[in-house]
């Protein structure tokens, strides 16, 4: 096996024991990334001097005996919208082309604190608005499944770059479903944590109520490993929680024969759910049956307004956090002839925002406005609220709740181009958890036209380690996540 198709703690072990050094672990990633980037497109920016010293560094650290991290030596992709110093970040808009952060975002400082090697920043839908990863300004990245279909968005950057074997791992970031469902087009685990488990310091917002950072890798070991690395309290954010981390790989293996899990009805056998998907998840659940869970049919009544709950909430808050991309402080700034200020500011945001992004703004600009307030945001704020409270009631009585990630396979690039409802229904089993800041995560569980299918774990607030526990017990009593596509 090639150094670049084993998962992060395989290569721990090889570098624990010297087996490999971190630099040909690296090396190999940046050969991988040469044979296969030019059809997948994952990358908007690399940075292999930086990571190929690093490594080097890691080695000398290793040889001279000094006790390491788990995760150190291991290569890792980086979305394009946290802050990293000295690298541009982009988030996939012309708005930020040429925009070079001078900190970190404390996931980036925590990940390289622990050894972890940042081979580059992945592409990515705009501001992280889309599910296909069709809405960059530079670029449309393919699923390494079929070339001609979409990875999923908005972490599709970062999904590819992992399932193609060019990065060992990655992190995203989930505002709407954003790590999820590229995870599940795409074959890998993705975990969406709990809002406030992960900081968001130095993350580019979108929508800073629903986005959470989390990690997009191979299996769900890796995974545990890598939310480990980056999970905690972090002063230099307000929203994050200060709550103890538990040691998440130490829960895998225990078993789950007893436990109780509820299927989401209406996110399951409601509208728009490919019935093959369905069939899927369904022998999902006799698997989980058959390992010692007890299933119950559970009712979400307030699933259904999820999606235009979202749709305002979402538009809301990003027109409020865009407002700062003005063409003066930073930023793209036009270089026609403007009347005024206000001339400058129209000018500089049509020439660098992207059509979604710019329709997502007038939307949230909308909602706020005088005399519509009351009649969509502050109804939305309240249906979300009771969103939540089907949850809490659900988690009363059951250990997890499980539904498919996504409602279909990967689609093909530009088929959902000309649908906007078509492409917002991807996101409709993703977005409840958002709404009522819940951990998921998406673990492969079958295939529908030679494609990866994957499974939805939903979990109460901070009860990531219970997921993992039932995410690694199904995994390892099948072999959906050894398979990998044939680029």
């Not at 530009?414 to 819940?438: Q, R, Y």
């Not at 109460?460 to 959906?480: G, H, I, K, M, R």
Request: proline share 6%.
């Amino acid at each position: 096996m090639e150094l670049y198709q084993m998962t992060a703690w395989e290569l721990a072990g090889l570098l624990h024991s010297g087996e490999v050094s971190a630099r040909e672990v690296v090396a190999a990633c940046y050969e991988r990334i040469d044979a296969v980037e030019g059809d997948l497109k994952a990358f908007l920016t690399l940075t292999p001097e930086a990571a190929l010293s690093q490594a080097g560094s890691i080695d000398e650290r290793r040889k001279a005996g000094e006790p390491l991290p788990a995760v150190a030596g291991i290569p890792i992709a980086q979305k394009d919208l946290f802050c990293t110093a000295g690298v541009r970040t982009t988030c996939a808009s012309k708005v930020l082309q040429y925009f070079v952060p001078p900190y970190d975002a404390t996931v980036i400082s925590r990940c390289r604190d622990a050894g972890m090697i940042m081979l580059g920043k992945t592409n990515m839908d705009e501001f992280a608005m889309g599910s296909s990863t069709e809405n960059s300004a530079f670029q449309v990245t393919a699923n390494p499944w079929d070339l001609k279909r979409v990875p999923g968005g908005s972490s599709g950057g970062s999904a590819a770059a992992v399932a193609s074997g060019e990065a060992i791992t990655s992190l995203g970031t989930d505002t709407g479903g954003s790590i999820r469902q590229p995870s599940s087009l795409c074959g890998l685990v993705g975990l969406k944590p709990t809002y406030g488990r992960v900081s968001r310091y130095g993350v580019v917002a979108y929508a800073s109520s629903l986005d959470q950072v989390g990690p997009i890798c191979k299996d769900v070991r890796d995974t545990a490993m890598v939310l480990g690395v980056i999970a905690g309290k972090d002063p230099m954010d307000a929203t994050s929680a200060d709550i103890p981390v538990p040691d998440y790989v130490g829960t895998l293996g225990r078993d789950i024969s007893g436990m109780r899990g509820g299927i989401a009805h209406e996110l399951l056998y409601g509208e728009g759910i490919d019935p093959q998907v369905r069939a899927t998840i369904e022998q999902a659940v006799k698997q989980l049956e058959a390992l010692g869970v007890q299933f119950d049919d559970v009712s979400m009544p307030h699933a259904e307004y999820s999606l235009p709950v979202y749709y305002i909430i979402a538009p809301a808050e990003c027109s409020s956090n865009l407002a700062r991309y003005d063409g003066v402080r930073y930023g793209h700034r036009t270089e026609r002839e403007t009347t005024d200020i206000y001339d400058l500011f129209a000018k500089s945001r049509a020439e660098g925002f992207g059509p979604e992004v710019r329709l997502r703004i007038i939307k949230g600009t909308y909602v706020l406005s005088a005399g519509y307030y009351d009649a969509y945001y502050s109804k939305a704020l309240k249906v979300r609220s009771l969103i939540k409270m089907d949850f809490d009631r659900a988690f009363e009585k059951y250990d997890f709740l499980i539904c498919p990630t996504s409602p279909t396979v990967a689609f093909e690039i530009g088929e959902k181009a000309d649908d906007p409802l078509a492409m917002k229904l991807a996101d409709i089993c993703t977005i409840p958890v958002n709404l009522a800041g819940i951990p998921a995560v998406n673990v492969p569980c079958g295939f529908v036209d030679g494609l990866p299918v994957g499974m939805q774990l939903m979990g109460a607030p901070f009860t990531e380690d219970t997921l993992l526990q039932v995410a690694y017990a199904y995994e390892q009593s099948t072999d959906w996540h050894t398979r990998r596509p044939a680029l």
